[in-house]
């Protein structure tokens, strides 16, 4: 019975990918700003930013001016009235629940009557992927659900590296000062007056002052993992992507082998004990000749602000000790939890036109593969990303298991901004 559903799933995974009028467009040139912080994070706010028609249906409305003009001016109060009080000048920036609702009921009435944002929500956030988990709501409902999502993020940034609440993996991704100290309560301050009187304003969007805000906590706390060794297919994984370009997919079993990494728990090791046993358990099924490709999973994760790579120490072990060929080697240095390993591998076969409807092998130390093959792992993926990454097939061997990628896969989560 468990095997039935688990097929059903993958049907409906490879039928969800071929109805692209729904979603993902493959080729699509999405919207860019000049961060990748938040194109991976925002996507939402910086296709308003680089739709000119857009952006000014939403600076000229009386509702949004206001929202913009008002938030103006209660920063600028708060630099000079809060003191060294950090909660009471980041109060200035974040969203209120009231607030939000009014802009959600600003946002359907626009979507009425605005041929230029129906537009822009047809051509551009559909067909970006970037939202492909919304995909089966409406246009006016896609939206408004980026919309919150967008401004969900931008508050848990403000809590965690503003405020220092801990998020859902303090040990790897708090905020790396203390928040009640003079130096970083003076440095919280300097930054809003350099970015409220200081920097130049480029546009007046209702969301813009709190964006830059987000974003100059994350790069305060050197929180810049979501960016480190990008873009991917003109660096790490250039000679592989070209390799693909030439790979007889049907010569072999499955698509990918995918090696899960292990963080080490020290800053001198590049590799764990247990990582190095993952590499041997994978490098087993590649030269089995199962798959053309070994994809390695893990990124600055373990321990703390970790020095090291995992993605990047596991390409140099493969390459170094086992002798596995550059171009047979893709690399996700971003992935910091299980449920993340499994979705960038995949985001990789998407934005690398690799079969899709072709399983691949996800392999790793016994205890963890007993994790990744329990329903639990379901239910998590579910709890935090709101989707399954993928789609847990067979059990090869204690190391081994198949899985089909999921689509939406490509759905942005700024609620965890290190890896979104």
């Known amino acids: 019975m468990r095997k039935i559903i688990y097929l059903v799933l993958a049907f409906v995974t490879i039928s969800g990918y071929c109805q692209k009028a729904k979603g993902f467009e493959l080729g699509y040139v999405s919207s860019i700003s000049g961060s990748v912080i938040q194109d991976k994070n925002f996507y939402l706010l910086t296709a308003i930013q680089n739709d000119k028609a857009v952006s000014q249906l939403l600076e000229k409305n009386s509702f949004f001016k206001t929202i913009f003009e008002n938030q103006q001016q209660e920063i600028g109060y708060k630099l000079t009235s809060c003191k060294d009080s950090i909660s009471c000048l980041i109060s200035g920036y974040q969203f209120e629940e009231k607030e939000l609702k009014n802009i959600v009921d600003e946002l359907q009435i626009l979507m009425k009557d605005e041929k230029v944002l129906q537009d822009f929500v047809k051509n551009n956030l559909r067909s970006s992927g970037k939202y492909e988990n919304f995909k089966n709501s409406t246009d006016t409902e896609l939206l408004l659900k980026a919309w919150q999502l967008c401004a969900q993020g931008m ?123 993952n590499l041997q358990l994978g490098v087993l099924e590649y030269e089995a000749k199962k798959a053309p490709l ?33 171009e047979n080697i893709l690399i996700d240095p971003f992935a910091r939890h299980t449920t993340t390993n499994l979705r960038n591998a995949t985001r990789l076969m998407i934005g690398y036109q690799m079969p899709l409807d072709k399983k691949s092998i ?59």
Not at 264 to 272: A, F, I
Not at 298 to 320: S, V, W
């Open 362 to 420: 996800v392999v790793t130390n016994a205890n963890h593969s007993d994790y990744v093959g329990n329903p639990n792992f379901n239910a998590r993926c579910m709890e935090e990303l709101g989707y399954l990454p993928a789609v847990i097939l067979k059990r090869l061997n204690s190391t081994a298991i198949e899985f089909l990628p999921n689509v939406e896969s490509l759905h942005q989560n700024p609620i965890d901004p290190l890896d979104p």
């Open 155 to 277: 508050n848990r940034i403000m809590k965690v590296y503003g405020l220092g609440e801990a998020p859902q993996y303090a040990k790897m991704d708090s905020v790396s000062y203390d928040v009640q100290s003079e130096f970083y309560k003076g440095s919280v301050f300097m930054w809003s007056d350099f970015l409220h009187n200081k920097k130049p304003k480029e546009n007046a969007l209702f969301f813009q002052e709190s964006l830059d805000f987000s974003l100059a906590l994350m790069y305060m706390n050197h929180r810049d993992e979501v960016e480190r060794y990008e873009p991917l297919e003109e660096k790490e994984n250039k000679k592989a992507i070209a390799h693909i370009k030439q790979i007889n997919f049907d010569a072999f079993d499955y698509a990918s082998v995918l090696i899960l990494g292990n963080g080490p728990e020290n800053y001198q090791d590049r590799l764990s004990a247990i990582g190095k046993l």
């Open 294 to 326: 070994i994809i390695v999973s893990g990124g600055h994760a373990h321990p703390f602000r970790a020095t090291y790579c995992e993605a990047i120490e596991m390409k140099k072990e493969l390459m170094n000790v086992h002798h596995i060929p550059e």
